[in-house]
């Protein structure tokens, strides 16, 4: 076994409320998104990763499964060089397993850097900052009984077998020109949490 990672994982999007392209339907025009994976606990080719976070920004305009994604990588900088090694080795798909389905959608890789990543989240929402680069502030949205909307089963995941808590963005905001990334204040558009567990 080449990883075995576990954790939690946030996303925020420029696409509305739900976000179409989890069950297979084209974008709301440009997507322009951030996804951060919290490893409580994991191993990547014997390197304990634990208690590190990996993030991307991505952009698309075409139907997610058709990939050609952009992305720009941020390495938590608490990461020493054998950690960012490792971390890239099964994010890039070199290590196989689900992470590498995942990369074979990834058209451009703009860029790759280390900055301070800050996650937090609730059962009521997450808030989230990389470095000077992105801030999100979400609340996750409930039914008339109180219990978190949940997506099970959908065309497109990011975590296969766990369930997706639907949310929105109150603000999220992302400015990396240098990889031609930029979001203005965005309330009220896509935000999801879940758990994930991946092992390849």
């Not at 009521?124 to 609340?139: C, M, N, P, S, W």
Request: with cysteine; aromatic share 8%; glycine share 10%.
């Amino acid at each position: 076994m080449a990883y075995s990672l576990e954790g939690r994982l946030f996303e925020v999007c420029t696409c509305k409320v739900p976000c179409p392209c989890w069950v297979g339907a084209d974008p709301d025009g440009t997507c322009t998104g951030v996804l951060a994976w919290q490893i409580e606990t994991g191993t990547i080719e014997t390197v304990d990763v634990s208690g590190l976070t990996f993030a991307a920004l991505l952009r698309h305009t075409d139907n997610i499964l058709n990939g050609n994604w952009r992305i720009a990588v941020y390495l938590d900088d608490k990461a020493t060089s054998q950690q960012q090694e490792a971390l890239l080795n099964a994010w890039t798909g070199k290590l196989g397993g689900p992470l590498a389905d995942l990369a074979q959608l990834i058209g451009e890789v703009a860029g790759v850097e280390q900055a301070p990543i800050a996650l937090d989240m609730t059962e009521d929402g997450a808030t989230l900052r990389i470095g000077q680069v992105v801030e999100a502030d979400t609340e996750l949205l409930r039914g008339p009984t109180g219990k978190r909307i949940k997506l099970h089963d959908s065309v497109f995941s990011t975590i296969p077998g766990d369930p997706a808590y639907r949310g929105r963005s109150k603000m999220y905001r992302v400015q990396a020109r240098k990889y031609g990334f930029t979001v203005k204040d965005l309330p009220n558009h896509n935000s999801t949490q879940t758990r994930f567990r991946y092992t390849g």
